[in-house]
């Protein structure tokens, strides 16, 4: 029994030997080599070239290798193939090819290497340079006729074998170390990938297939690694193809910046189908680390031109010494549609929160994508604090005026020092590659110590031109309107603003901006300026326009000028004065008008009024915008009322008008009462000036007051007045 099994196995080896070395000298595969290369003529206009012979391969399993294929580009490109590869081997199943039907187990391209190259004009090589129209399938007996003719050495068996037409399956593809090298001399890019390993299952129509891809590769100073696996499903229609279960990672460095890991996931991919995408980033620079992750739901349109992302939910985080705190969060949920043909990108229903609740953005972003993108937006936000966010430690500490002393003028102090003030321009090129619109309404803004209300702005930029067409605020329980221009084609940039404010609270405003408390009251303030260069120094020094300033029921601090008053008073009157420390140094107002010149770094006025109860106050002089210094002459008069401020012993004093000088800093103003001039521009104060003088020698001489030479040297005495 035994031996008759031997035999059969033997005999099947016998009869599977001689079928194998039948098929290898009936079907010479290099018959296919003119039908190679004649279809792909045909199909695609390209010329093929296939320097070696397709050969049997019988490891490890039964089938052909063809070496040295090149698919050639037309001369004028940097490359002389489009597509070359060393070695395409495919494997077989034999019994099949008795019945004209090739079974393709698995394809096998070996260091293919593709080209692809779009020149300056326009011209690509991979457009043929011919419309090709697809012919139906020739048989493969015609090829063979006409090859076994030229070499008239091929039996007639042979060619028989080969006539009719064959059918094609494949059951698989492997790419091993292939390369990719796409050129555009138009925009000036290159993108190479390189170590591209690709490997697909079964190549058929209709059936999930398990899909694999790595590569490396750079791309303008970027250089980037990807891998992924998922299933394909192929159909008649290639672009009814799908995809399922793609799961993607990639990492990329460019300069300072790293994606360390980038993690995407897509449930299917089918053109007109909503797939679920998920992601997951990773990234880095030398100062920040991030951390992004999301989802959203994508749809690519069957037309291939619009992609739609909704419902996308995406959590930011970022880390560094840098930030406030040394971090942030940012989330972000939106509505997203790409219109390729219209090329254009809207972003809707979109909801922005930094540090959860910190500042709050929602509202809708439309782009259009060209040389320079055009941005349009409505938005609205939250009460933003950016001193929170972005704290600073440069804030002056604040000082009362009260704490001011009279004749200071340190001239050591920081503020006085125009060499303090830089120069250099700020670098506003960035402007001249935006093209924003838009409106933003905020609930309310908090920046370098200034609070504003509800805001509301619509801006431009234009190529370098900024437009603020309004900007309305409510601000220091009153409103704000701001108009403006910024044009940094021109250099140094030219500016243009105005600006109406209207029942401002002034001692909180200037709290707040300056650390000083000068002014109480609610005032109105217009302001028209214009000048060139944006710099700290140019921003006082050129500088142009004019302020108008009208302030009521308030007070100045860090003057007392009743007590002044007393003061010139006891001064004429040979009294000593009262102790100034222990007086309130402040001065009520009903009503303070004022307008100023401004150009040269300095801004002038002359006809700066007070209305105080018992007192009216007119003021000229000018403050250095560079040296931050005052020089103002203040006159003070007593109206026909004693009651007020002052009361009745500042009677005497009517219709005389008593001189003030103001110098010092903004920081640190000093006031002083000028008695020379009080003296000689004032002639009832002269000559009661004259009387006590005369009663007080007559008091002290006697009797020798009345000499000739001692009257003389009296007058000489009682000059000085004058």
Sequence with gaps: MIKKIVL??????????????????????????????????????????IGGDIEWQFWPSLGFSIAEVAIKNRPGFDEPDLLRLSRAQLSVDVLPLMSQTLQVGEIVLQDPHVFIQTLANGDSNVTPTQTVTPTQPKNVGASAE???????????????????????????????????VIKDDQVGTQTALRDVDLQVGNIATDIWTPLTVSLRGEQDGATFSAQGQGELKLAADPQQSQLRELALNVSAQQGEMTINEANITLDRAALGQAAQLGFNINAQTSELKVETSGNAQVTVAESQDKVTVQGLDMLTQLSGDALPGESLTQELAADI????????????EMTSRLNTDEVVIDGKVAIKLADIPQIRFALNTNHIDLDTLLPTDNAAPRQSANESQSGSNDESSPSTQTGSLSQEEPDLRVLKTLDIAGSLAMKGLTVSNVTLGQTRATVAINRGKVDVSELITQAYEGRVVVQGMLDTTQTPARYQVSKKAR??????????VAQVDLLEGKGNVDINLQGQGLSPYALRQAIQGSAAIFFEDGAINGINLAQMLREAKATLKGEATSNAANDVRKTDFSALTASFTIGNGMARTNDL????????VRSEGQTDLLKETLDFDVFTSVVETSKGQGGKDIDELRDVTIPVTVAGTWQSPSYQLDIKQLLSSNKVLEEKARKEAQRGIKKLLGDKADDDKVKEATDKLLNLFQ
């Design 146 to 180: 006409r090859q076994t003719s030229s070499t008239s050495s091929e039996p007639a068996s042979q060619q028989d074998t080969v006539s009719g037409t064959w059918q094609v399956s494949l059951q698989g593809l492997r790419v091993t170390n292939a390369s990719v």
């Design 503 to 512: 029942n401002i609270a002034i001692l909180p405003l200037l709290e707040d």
């Design 609 to 616: 009024l007070l209305e105080a109860p018992a007192l009216r």
């Design 8 to 49: 059969i196995l033997a005999a099947f080896v016998v009869v599977l030997i001689g079928a194998v070395a039948t098929l290898i000298a009936t079907v010479n595969p290099n018959q296919f080599k003119p039908l190679l290369v004649e279809q792909v003529a045909e199909q695609t206009g390209y010329e093929v070239v």
């Design 337 to 348: 549609v790409f219109d390729a043909k219209q090329q254009t990108l809207d972003i809707t």
